[in-house]
Nanobody, 123 residues
């Protein structure tokens, strides 16, 4: 499956933003999907994941209660709704997927990646 993230931009602290990930390929609906982010000078870190059926999700502690991951298998889309944004949320956001692994948080656990979209939160 090929992935393409979009929707990044510049927002002020406290505002909301949705980033999207478009997937191509007939097998998307069988992929567990995730969002990662990478801030300048830092390692890529896990943000959120959603199972292939959308029945299960899990989040990094740093975004729990503020971010929501969702998907629409009919449209081959994954979304990340980000509320109450903070300057420390500034990063390039990447979507990733894997057909078999679930419950993992390391970038190496996901086999498919899209190019990222930059989210900048000003204070």
């Amino acid at each position: 499956v090929q992935l393409q993230a979009s929707g990044g931009g510049l927002v002020q602290a406290g505002e909301s933003l949705r980033v999207s990930c478009a997937a191509s390929g007939r097998t998307f609906s069988s992929y567990n999907m995730a969002w990662f982010r990478q801030a300048p000078g830092k390692e890529r870190e896990f943000v959120a994941a959603i199972s292939w059926s959308a029945s299960s999700t899990y989040y990094a502690d740093s975004v729990k209660g503020r971010f929501t991951i969702s998907r629409d298998n009919a449209k081959n889309m994954v979304y990340l709704d980000m509320n109450s944004l903070k300057p420390e949320d500034t990063a390039v956001y990447y979507c990733a997927g894997d057909p078999t692994r679930w419950g993992f948080r390391r970038p190496g656990d996901f086999g498919s990646w899209g190019q990222g979209t930059l989210v900048t939160v000003s204070s």
